[in-house]
Structure formats: C-alpha cells, structure tokens
C-alpha cells in the first residue's frame, strides 16, 4: 500500500501488484521519499542501491541505460496519470 500523512491521519493512494517498482523519483534525484510503501501481505523485494546502479556505467552500461529508459517511461506514465486526475478535480 502506497500512504501519504495527512492532517485527518494515513490516506492511500495505492497498491502494488507484482513485479512493480517504487522509489523511482527519490532514487533519481537522491531526494526523501514523497510517500511510504507498506507490505500488506508478505512481499519479497529487490533493492537496487545507488552504489550498485553507479558501478553499471563501467560493468554494464547498457543495462544502466536499459534501467534508465525504463524510469523515464514510468515516470512519464505517471506525470500523464497525475495530469488526467488533476484535470478530472477542476
């Protein structure tokens, strides 16, 4: 479950199935993540630290620019799904 704090306490704001990603933006920019992910069920989960996707550019930079189209594909998915909520509130 995705969670924000909020004044009246947790809201949701989504739920994972498998094989998804999270973390992306605060990855990206080395900044605090914007919401919290929690488990509900049992989960098993892979972590890519930023020591590990740094040491790609000399080991495998392909699949570091293959990781990085993949980002930007997500991120784009989201901006355009924030866009479309956005405007359905006005």
Do not use: H, W, Y
Not at 32 to 60: G, I, K, M, W, Y
């Amino acid at each position: 479950m995705v969670s924000i704090s909020t004044q009246e306490g947790v809201a949701r704001l989504d739920a994972f199935s498998s094989g998804a990603t999270f973390g992306e933006v605060a990855f990206l920019d080395r900044s605090p993540r914007s919401a919290n992910v929690t488990a509900l069920n049992t989960v098993t989960c892979r972590v890519l630290t930023r020591e590990a996707f740094d040491q790609l550019d000399t080991q495998a930079p392909t699949i570091k620019i293959r990781l990085l189209s993949n980002l930007a594909s997500r991120l784009t998915t989201m901006l355009r799904q924030n866009g479309r909520e956005l405007a359905a509130l006005k």
